[in-house]
């Protein structure tokens, strides 16, 4: 049994950004229009009417300022309302797979490692743009990496999973090292025209790589001291897609082929599980809440964030201790807890415990307990 480190991070961000201002002239100009074009059916009680939104509605109910996105321009337009990312041929790399080379290559970088030092490449993101051959055999080939690859989806604690998964292939000697990558393009899935959720996501890509403590000489390592994770069916945060689609006409185009949640129930819901679990986690490791100096938790909401610190610390967290970058990123699903964990963790001392923790539509909680090196 070997011990096991993140040894390198690394992020791919998009180059376009949308403020809340910018997004919401688009849907209110939507909603205008939408209104107009049903005044009469409005006025006879057939139709509802249509309510704009606001940047100062975005920024109270979610911590959200702005997004990056991969295409910007297709999602502003009011006639539009979603990204164009024209398909590309089978001979050019995916834009997954691109997303995940920029992020990769990155966390090789802070790892001292190259494509002959990786035995295994796991893409772990919520949503996947084909069935197969898997996005991660693409990454490998890409990146010319020799062993295996495999997709996997837990939505957004498909990090948290990932690393585990990788954890356990390492800890057992399957694999010397393993590149975990977390490519999100969560506009893709996101109704642009629904008021109450079409603020949440931006896109991005993350890359942990996951390797042998013995083999391990980047500055940038944790120990990984434990994993632990938790999964509750739920439908209050549901994605309708697939391939059966097309066997059932009467559903295509309907809204739950998109991005669907009650809000509320979840927040209500989700937050003292997630508490709960890494309350448990910290316990059965024989270590205090009190001895954790940061916890990059999962950037869906800032309000969610604020709640679960605060049932485990027993009072408000400070910036420090719980970082923020849902403001300028939004939710990106699984890659928010390690973008937050890649853009703050070079200030920690030496012995420094801290808790990665994503949680998401399942309902999926993942914690990872590590302590940096």
Not at 22 to 45: C, H, K, M, P, W
Not at 207 to 218: F, G, K, N, Q
Not at 319 to 334: F, K, M, R
């Amino acid at each position: 049994m070997h011990n096991v480190v993140i040894s390198g991070t690394g992020l791919y961000t998009p180059a376009n950004s949308i403020s809340n201002e910018e997004l919401v002239q688009s849907f209110n100009t939507y909603v205008a229009q939408f209104n107009a074009d049903n005044a009469d059916a409005i006025a006879r009680g057939e139709v509802e009417a249509l309510t704009e939104s606001s940047a100062a509605f975005i920024e109270k109910a979610s911590g959200i300022k702005s997004r990056f996105v991969m295409d910007k321009e297709g999602i502003l337009d009011p006639q539009r309302m979603a990204p164009r990312l024209p398909e590309r041929s089978n001979d050019e790399w995916s834009v997954l797979c691109q997303m995940a080379i920029g992020a990769a290559e990155q966390a090789l970088q802070r790892a001292g490692k190259t494509a002959a030092d990786i035995d295994g490449v796991i893409v772990a993101c919520s949503n996947l743009q084909r069935a197969y051959p898997a996005i991660a055999i693409e990454v490998q080939e890409a990146l010319g990496i020799q062993g295996f690859g495999f997709d996997m989806n837990v939505a957004c604690s498909s990090a948290t999973f990932g690393i585990q998964t990788a954890a356990n292939s390492v800890q057992l000697g399957q694999a010397r090292a393993i590149l975990m990558v977390n490519p999100e393009v969560c506009t893709g899935h996101l109704n642009f025209r629904d008021r109450d959720s079409h603020f949440i996501f931006g896109d991005a890509a993350t890359a942990v790589i996951i390797e042998r403590a013995d083999l391990a000489t980047s500055k940038y390592q944790f120990d990984i001291v434990s994993t632990k994770l938790l999964t509750k069916f739920s439908n209050n945060i549901r994605n309708n897609f697939g391939f059966l689609n097309r066997a059932a006409e009467e559903g295509i185009g309907a809204k739950d082929k998109l991005f669907v949640q009650e809000g509320r129930k979840v927040f209500k819901e989700v937050c003292p599980l997630v508490a709960e679990l890494i309350g448990e986690h910290l316990q059965e490791n024989r270590l205090n809440v009190s001895d954790v100096k940061r916890f990059w938790l999962h950037q869906a909401n800032l309000s969610m964030n604020h709640l679960i610190v605060k049932k485990l610390l027993g009072r408000d967290a400070t910036e420090q201790e719980a970082p923020v970058i849902l403001d300028t990123y939004a939710n990106t699903s699984s890659a928010g807890s390690v973008i937050a964990f890649h853009k703050n963790q070079d200030d920690l001392a030496a012995g420094s415990l801290a808790v990665l923790s994503s949680f998401g539509a399942g309902y999926s909680i993942g914690s990872v307990l590590l302590r940096k090196r």
